[in-house]
């Protein structure tokens, strides 16, 4: 089955510095990758999805890069807030299955 | 607004007790899930079913059953609890091409 690495598993930046986490997934049919933001106590939720017919989508702040002959992929925020701090995770799914998911990043953005 | 619901939200129970987990959705999707969510494990897929009458293992069901009564709701069973169970569960449902998940509020149990 898949197998999603995920890195680093805590992130200490500065406000207003970028942040990179970074997967990797082993399975070369996966096609869709999402990643998800957990805050503290809550449900995680859908920040940006990427597909394997592209290679970078960007919203506002955030933005996913995908690499398939590396099978990598990572998330990008520039301009960090306070605000995001949380849990990311990335996931991956094969064909029509199901997500698997890396085991978490916790981004801490200092004032 | 369409979503996913989870009750109880904290439960607290001993080892050895049976324990129910309920799961409902209002989105119309066919597709749902019981995750469990351990610190620095991520979230771990416990079983899944694809339509009412589909029931699948995930990759730690061991422990567990799962029932799904209809299309918006599909329960998770812990038939004899142990205390490395204590974790959170996350309940989450998807459209039929697998893209985004919606999760539930999550239920903290605690197995003592």
Known sequence: ?111 | DADVTQTPRNRITKTGKRIMLECSQTKGHDRMYWYRQDPGLGLQLIYYSFDVKDINKGEISDGYSVSRQAQAKFSLSLESAIPNQTALYFCATSPNDGTEAFFGQGTRLTVV
């Not at chain 1, 089955?1 to 680093?8: L, R, Y």
């Not at chain 1, 859908?46 to 702040?61: A, C, H, M, P, Y």
């Open chain 1, 1 to 111: 089955g898949e197998n999603v690495e995920q890195h680093p598993s805590t992130l200490s930046v500065q406000e207003g510095d970028s942040a990179v986490i970074k997967c990797t997934y082993s399975d070369s049919a996966s096609n869709y990758f999402p990643w998800y933001k957990q805050e503290l106590g809550k449900r995680p939720q859908l920040i940006i999805d990427i597909r394997s017919n592209v290679g970078e989508k960007k919203d506002q702040r955030i933005a996913v890069t995908l690499n398939k002959t590396a099978k990598h992929f990572s998330l990008h925020i520039t301009e960090t807030q306070p605000e995001d701090s949380a849990v990311y995770f990335c996931a991956a799914r094969s064909g029509y299955s199901t997500l698997t998911f890396g085991k978490g990043t916790m981004l801490l953005v200092s004032p």
